[in-house]
């Protein structure tokens, strides 16, 4: 997976590791200012994927009945 793999792509365990790569890149604060926003940008886009995807994780877990079956939805 390569910086410009495209982020909807990815799945959440892909998308937290390239944002956890991300915020260590950020931390060491060793790039120039225009790398550094392009980083952020990045980092901004994949704490968004990996929030979205866990929110539709949790919907999936709200419509469990009571007997542990999904209900009938699209999805």
Do not use: W
């Not at 793999?5 to 365990?13: F, G, H, P, R, V």
């Not at 926003?37 to 929110?55: K, M, N, P, V």
Request: charged residues 30%; glycine residues 6%.
């Amino acid at each position: 997976m390569s910086a410009h793999t495209d982020i909807k792509e990815l799945n959440y365990e892909q998308a937290f590791e390239a944002l956890q790569n991300v915020i260590a890149e950020l931390e060491a604060g060793e790039k120039p200012l225009e790398e550094t926003l392009a980083l952020y940008e990045r980092g901004q886009a994949l704490y968004q994927r990996c929030t979205d995807l866990l929110d539709k994780a949790d919907l999936k877990l709200q419509q469990l009945t009571e007997n542990g079956e999904f209900k009938d939805f699209a999805g």
